[in-house]
C-alpha cells in the first residue's frame, strides 16, 4: 500500500475548490480566499490511514491549462467539482471534465463533490442524488463514489478528502463490477486462494477456530462468539450455501467480501488482501513471493528446519489417505494455491524417491524442496509465499559458508551437495541416476534431451545428507566446464566411461585435458563391469590415468546387476572432505610412493559401517607404496 496520496481538486470556476481545501485546513469557513492555494501537505499521524496526503488545488482558466494538465496527470485522484445551485457546473462533469481527463490518458480514480448544499436551505439532503449520478458512475467506470458538501458550513468537508485517499488506497475497480454488481474473477480468485489457505484442516470449511485465526491474521483481534454467529447469520440469510454445521464455506467467504464492498467498507477487503500479499493489481506483490536476500559467491542455499518442518507438515496436511505419499491428486490439491506444479518440466516425480504407484514419499518429497532450493532458491521462496508459509519466508531458508572456506578447513558442514556427471553418450549415466532414487534399470537406450537431475538423501556419520546428481549431456559441457560460476555452483565432478567401449574414456579424458578443473574435486566411475571389459583407446589405461592426477581407480559399478560399490556414499563423502578427491591436492612432490588411493576399502568400510567411509578412504592412502609395487609403471 503506498504511503502517500496525491489529490487534485479541478472544476469550473467559482465552484469553491480554494474554498474546501481552506475549510479543510482551518476548520473554519474563510469568506475571501486567494485564487489558487499552494501545495496541502497533511502528515501521516492525522489522516485516518496513516498515510501522507498532498492535496492540490486547480485553475479553470485557460491560460493556466498547461499547468492543469499536468497536475492531472500527476494525481493520484481527481475530485471534480461542481456547485449545487448550478446546474451546468453538474452537467459538465460527463459532458466536459471526465471526458477531458480521459484524453489526456490518465486512468485514476475520480470523486464527484457536489459543493454548496447550504444554499438548499434548511432540507440540505438531496433525494434523487442517486439517480442523478449513477448514470455517470456507470459511462465512467474511474468514478469511485459522489459526495455531497459545504464549505460554508464545514458539512462533510473532511468526509470528501477521506473517500479521496480511500479511493486510492481502497480502490473499487480492481474488486467489483459496479455494473453488473458482482465481484471481478480475479478478485474471487484471490479470495478463494485464501480460504483455502485459512482452511488449515484442509475440509472445505472455515471453522470456528479457523476464522479467529484469519480474524488475528489480518486484525489482530479474535471475534467473540456472539460475534461469530453473527456474521454467519449474515450470510446464511443471503446464501443458504455460504454456511455448513461446522463454519463458513469458501462461497459464503467469498459472499462476505461481496456484501462488504456493497456496504462500502472496501478497506475491510483490502486489508485481507494486502496480508496475503496481494498489490492493487491483484496479484501477488514482487516483495512478497521475492524479498531482498542475498547470497555471496561460493555460497549456497538450504532450507533452514523451519523450512523443513514446513514443507514436512504440508506433506502430512495433504496426505489424505495417511499413506506416506503424496499421488497426483494430493498434489494436485497441495499446489492449488500456487501457479502449479513447480517442477512440472523436470521429469518429476522420476527425480526423486517414490512409491512403485508414483507417489511421493516424505523422503522424497524434502529432498526435492532440497534439490530445488540449492538449484534455484528463488523458486523455493515463491512457493513459500505461495504455500502459506507464516512470517518471513527468508527464515525458511539459510545461507552456508563459502566454499573456499570450508575447503581450507579440509571438511564441508553443508548438508547438500551438487554433483555434475560428465560422460559420453550411452555410458550410463542416466542409469546411474535412476539407481540413486531407486528407479527400476531399462535395457533400452534413450538418449536424454533435457536438463535430467536427481535427488535423495544419504546417511553420512548419522546425518541425513542430500545429494544432487546433475546429468550433463554433450551439448551443456562447454556451458558448465568453462563457466567459473557454474563450476563454483558443484561440490564435485563425476566423470563416467563404459568398460564395454573402447573409445568411452577418450571422451571424459578429452574434457579434463581441454577445461581446467583440476581445483574441483573429481571421482572416475566404470560402468557396465558386468560386461566383458576392453582396452581404452587412450594413451593411457583409466587406472594409470587416475594414478598421474592423485586420484583413487575408477569406481566398477554395473547399475543392471545391482553393484553398486557403495558409489552415492562415497559421491557424498568426497563431497565432505574434498580434498581426498581434488587432483593432485594431497600430493606431497618430495614422496614419491603415493601414487594409489582405491576405492576397495572405502566401499568395504562404508558397505559396514557407513559412518567410517572416508576415514577408510584416507587410511588406504597410507598403504599406497605397498599397492603401488604391484602397478605395472608406464616407460
Excluded at 501522507?52 to 475530485?79: G, N
Excluded at 471475534?223 to 446464511?236: A, H, I, N, T, Y
Excluded at 490439491?333 to 516425480?349: E, R, V, Y
Aim: charged share 25%.
Amino acid at each position: 500500500m503506498r504511503r502517500d496520496v496525491r489529490i487534485l481538486l479541478v472544476g469550473d470556476e467559482g465552484v469553491g475548490k480554494s474554498t474546501l481545501i481552506a475549510s479543510l485546513i482551518k476548520e473554519t469557513f474563510i469568506p475571501n480566499v486567494q485564487h489558487l492555494i499552494p501545495e496541502v501537505t497533511i502528515p501521516p499521524e492525522v489522516t485516518p490511514e496513516n498515510v501522507t496526503m498532498h492535496i492540490m488545488d486547480s485553475s479553470a482558466r485557460t491560460e493556466d491549462r498547461e499547468q492543469l494538465e499536468a497536475e492531472i496527470r500527476k494525481a493520484h485522484v481527481i475530485c471534480i467539482v461542481y456547485a449545487i445551485d448550478d446546474p451546468n457546473t453538474f452537467n459538465r462533469l460527463s459532458l466536459y471534465w471526465l471526458p477531458y481527463i480521459r484524453s489526456l490518458g490518465v486512468n485514476v480514480p475520480a470523486v464527484l463533490v457536489g459543493n454548496k448544499i447550504d444554499l438548499r436551505g434548511n432540507d440540505v439532503a438531496n433525494q434523487s442524488l442517486e439517480d442523478e449520478v449513477i448514470p455517470i458512475m456507470n459511462e465512467f467506470k474511474e468514478v469511485e463514489t459522489c459526495v455531497e458538501c459545504s464549505a460554508k458550513q464545514l458539512l462533510n468537508v473532511s468526509e470528501v478528502f477521506y473517500f479521496a485517499q480511500k479511493a486510492v488506497l481502497h480502490p473499487t475497480a480492481p474488486l467489483y463490477d459496479s455494473r453488473e454488481h458482482v465481484l471481478k474473477p480475479q478478485c474471487v480468485e484471490a479470495l478463494k486462494r485464501i480460504f483455502k489457505l485459512c482452511d488449515t484442516d484442509k475440509d472445505n470449511i472455515l471453522n470456528d477456530a479457523e476464522l479467529n485465526e484469519f480474524q488475528r491474521k489480518c486484525f489482530n483481534a479474535p471475534l467473540q462468539p456472539q460475534e461469530l454467529e453473527g456474521v454467519k447469520d449474515v450470510v446464511r440469510e443471503h446464501d443458504a450455501s455460504g454456511v455448513s454445521e461446522t463454519g463458513l464455506t469458501e462461497s459464503g467467504f467469498v459472499f462476505l467480501h461481496s456484501l462488504f464492498i456493497q456496504r462500502g467498507r472496501l478497506e475491510t477487503t483490502w486489508t485481507v488482501l494486502r496480508k496475503f500479499g496481494y498489490g492493487d493489481d491483484l496479484s501477488l506483490r514482487e516483495d512478497f513471493l521475492l524479498p531482498s536476500f542475498d547470497v555471496q559467491p561460493e555460497c549456497s542455499v538450504e532450507l533452514s528446519p523451519h523450512g523443513y518442518q514446513f514443507f514436512a507438515e504440508l506433506f502430512q496436511t495433504f496426505d489424505k489417505d495417511k499413506d506416506g505419499a503424496l499421488n497426483r491428486i494430493e498434489l494436485d490439491s497441495l499446489f492449488s494455491t500456487s501457479p502449479g506444479n513447480p517442477w512440472a518440466n523436470t521429469g518429476f516425480p522420476h527425480t526423486t524417491i517414490t512409491t512403485e504407484t508414483g507417489s511421493v514419499t516424505l523422503q522424497g518429497w524434502l529432498a526435492q524442496w532440497s534439490m530445488t532450493t540449492l538449484l534455484d532458491h528463488r523458486t523455493t521462496l515463491k512457493y513459500l509465499a505461495y504455500l502459506g508459509f507464516e512470517g518471513d519466508t527468508r527464515t525458511a531458508l539459510k545461507v552456508t559458508k563459502p566454499k573456499r572456506v570450508d575447503r581450507k578447513k579440509g571438511k564441508i558442514q553443508r548438508n547438500v551437495f551438487s554433483c555434475y556427471v560428465f560422460g559420453a553418450p550411452g555410458t550410463g549415466k542416466t542409469s546411474l541416476l535412476k539407481a540413486f532414487v531407486h528407479k527400476p534399470f531399462s535395457e533400452k537406450y534413450q538418449a536424454t534431451t533435457e536438463p535430467f537431475q536427481v535427488v535423495n538423501s544419504v546417511e553420512m556419520k548419522g546425518a541425513e545428507k542430500y545429494l544432487v546428481m546433475q546429468e550433463v549431456e554433450p551439448k551443456q559441457v562447454s556451458e558448465i566446464l568453462s563457466s567459473k560460476k557454474r563450476l563454483e555452483q558443484c561440490d564435485l565432478l563425476c566423470f563416467v566411461y563404459d568398460t564395454s567401449d573402447a573409445n568411452s574414456f577418450g571422451y571424459i579424458a578429452a574434457l579434463r585435458e581441454k577445461y581446467k578443473i583440476d581445483h574441483i574435486p573429481t571421482v572416475l566411475v566404470a560402468t557396465k563391469c558386468e560386461l566383458d571389459l576392453v582396452t581404452q583407446r587412450h594413451a593411457m589405461q583409466p587406472d594409470v590415468y587416475c594414478r598421474n592426477l592423485g586420484l583413487a581407480v575408477p569406481l566398477s559399478v554395473s547399475v543392471k546387476e545391482s553393484q553398486m560399490a557403495d558409489l552415492y556414499h562415497i559421491l557424498t563423502g568426497v563431497a565432505m572432505n574434498p580434498t581426498i578427491a581434488t587432483p593432485g591436492s594431497l600430493k606431497d612432490k618430495s614422496e614419491k610412493n603415493w601414487e594409489l588411493k582405491d576405492y576397495a576399502v572405502l566401499s568395504l568400510v562404508a558397505g559396514a559401517v557407513v559412518v567410517t567411509c572416508i576415514v577408510g578412504y584416507k587410511v588406504f592412502k597410507n598403504h599406497a607404496a605397498t599397492l603401488a609395487a604391484s602397478v605395472p609403471k608406464k616407460k
